[in-house]
Nanobody, 116 residues
């Protein structure tokens, strides 16, 4: 049973940065595509960024050039570097499997609030 613990969120001013971490308990194959998702109040959860086993990445248009996803397979940890944050980035951020194969159980997520 794979479980995720997301951390690194917080309150930051517009233009600021945060680095999110997602630690997975249980082994996840390095061949599995992983992603970061966000859910803003009243909206559906959506994929923000994903990374495949060869380092291939995907970003939704609104975060391209500002966010960077990475993974450390040896540590079973996924990261999301968030720069030039905007108020519209405010959401709860989760990590989970991306692509095909379905989802693991969702973690609690980490709240990111961008506000002056």
């Amino acid at each position: 049973q794979v479980q995720f613990v997301e951390s690194g969120g917080g309150l930051v001013q517009p233009g600021g940065s945060l680095r999110l971490s997602c630690a997975a308990s249980g082994s996840i194959s390095s061949s599995i595509m992983m992603g970061w998702y966000c859910q803003a109040p009243g909206k559906q959860r959506e994929l923000v960024a994903s990374i495949g086993w060869i380092g291939n990445t995907y970003y939704k248009d609104s975060v391209k050039g500002r966010f960077a996803i990475s993974r450390d397979n040896a540590k079973n940890t996924l990261y999301l570097q968030m720069d030039s944050l905007k108020p519209k980035d405010t959401a709860v951020y989760y990590c989970n499997r991306a692509g095909t194969g379905g989802y693991y159980s969702w973690g609690q997520g980490t709240q990111v609030t961008v506000s002056s």
